[in-house]
C-alpha cells in the first residue's frame, strides 16, 4: 500500500501481486494404481483380522462370535478387541515397512500378518499356561474380571513388540 498526497488530500492506492499458481496434471492410471493398491492393502489387513478372529475362537472356549456379540460378554469382547488391535498394529507396520514393490510389498504384509497371528497365539497359550487359573476360560465369565485387563494389555504389548520386531 502506498500513500500519496494531492492538494492536501491523502490518496491511498492498494497494488495486488500477481501471483503463479501452477495446479499441475494428474495422472489417471497412477491415481488408479493407488487406489487398486489400497484396496489390495485392505484385503490382506482385513484377512489378517479375520484369520485372528478364527485362532482366537479356536484358542477360546466356546464361540467367540456369539459370547461377544450375543450374549455381550465383556471379558469376551476385552480380549477379542485386543488381539484385534494388536494384529492391526502389526499389519500397518507391516504395510508401512514393507517393500516399494507392489507385489513383494503385499506378501510381505500378509506374511507379517501370518506370524502376527501365530505369535499372537503362542502368547496367549504360554499365558494361560504359565498364570495361575485357565484364562482362556475368562471369556465366558459374565462379569468384567481384572484377569481379562491384564490378558488384553498383555496381547496388545506383545503385538507391539511384534511390529517393533519386523524386518
Known amino acids: 500500500?502506498?500513500?500519496?498526497?494531492?492538494?492536501?488530500?491523502?490518496?491511498?492506492?492498494?497494488?495486488?501481486?500477481?501471483?503463479?499458481?501452477?495446479?499441475?496434471?494428474?495422472?489417471?492410471?497412477?491415481?488408479?494404481?493407488?487406489?487398486?493398491a489400497t484396496l489390495a492393502y485392505f484385503v490382506v489387513g482385513i484377512g489378517v483380522l479375520a484369520a485372528g478372529f478364527a485362532v482366537l475362537d479356536a484358542l477360546t472356549p466356546g464361540n467367540l462370535r456369539h459370547q461377544v456379540y450375543v450374549d455381550r460378554n465383556p471379558n469376551a469382547a476385552l480380549l477379542l478387541g485386543a488381539n484385534?488391535?494388536?494384529?492391526?498394529?502389526?499389519?500397518?507396520?507391516?504395510?508401512?515397512?514393507?517393500?516399494?514393490?507392489?507385489?513383494?510389498?503385499?506378501?510381505?504384509?500378509?506374511?507379517?500378518?501370518?506370524?502376527?497371528?501365530?505369535?499372537?497365539?503362542?502368547?496367549?497359550?504360554?499365558?494361560?499356561?504359565?498364570?495361575?487359573?485357565?484364562?482362556?476360560s475368562l471369556v465366558g465369565?459374565?462379569?468384567?474380571?481384572?484377569a481379562a485387563w491384564a490378558v488384553a494389555v498383555t496381547l496388545v504389548s506383545v503385538g507391539l513388540v511384534n511390529a517393533a520386531a519386523l524386518s
Do not use: K
Open 84 to 136: 484385534h488391535l494388536a494384529l492391526a498394529i502389526i499389519v500397518v507396520t507391516a504395510i508401512l515397512t514393507s517393500s516399494d514393490g507392489f507385489a513383494q510389498g503385499l506378501v510381505d504384509s500378509a506374511v507379517y500378518g501370518l506370524v502376527g497371528i501365530v505369535l499372537q497365539a503362542v502368547a496367549l497359550v504360554i499365558m494361560n499356561r504359565a498364570l495361575p487359573g485357565r484364562l482362556v
Open 141 to 146: 465369565e459374565p462379569h468384567m474380571s481384572g
Open 1 to 36: 500500500m502506498t500513500a500519496n498526497t494531492y492538494s492536501g488530500v491523502q490518496n491511498m492506492t492498494v497494488t495486488w501481486l500477481a501471483a503463479d499458481i501452477e495446479i499441475g496434471t494428474v495422472d489417471p492410471v497412477l491415481l488408479v494404481g493407488g487406489v487398486l
